[in-house]
């Protein structure tokens, strides 16, 4: 597990058409598909629970949600998505901690 934080974002779409999602830093574009939901988890090394990159330290996402698109900036050292059981979509890279490897 990771030595620092976890924290999880529900993001559901409860319109008709795919929306797109965007995870910043790292310019990840993914879809939400209509009345799906995903969850955009990301892991802060820091053991205090600070999140780098963000304004307050303990806020470890910040959401901008246009009609179409949603950008989630999240603030720790990566990220993943899963769907709304746990079942992981896609993971950054091999430095997250909990997830490792990309899904396929």
Not at 34 to 47: E, F, L, R
Not at 72 to 99: K, M, R, T
């Amino acid at each position: 597990m990771c030595a620092g934080g976890t924290a999880r974002l529900v993001l559901s779409n409860g319109g008709d058409a795919p929306l797109e999602l965007t995870v910043e830093p790292w310019a990840e574009i993914h879809s939400i598909l209509p009345k799906q939901s995903c969850v955009v988890v990301t892991h802060s090394p820091a053991g205090g629970g600070s999140w780098p990159g963000t304004s307050r330290a303990h806020e470890p996402f910040e959401v901008d949600h246009r009609p179409d698109s949603v950008t989630v900036w999240a603030n720790g050292n990566c990220f993943h998505l899963s769907d709304a059981e746990g079942n992981a979509i896609y993971a950054l890279d091999g430095e997250c901690p909990v997830q490792g490897r990309p899904a396929s």
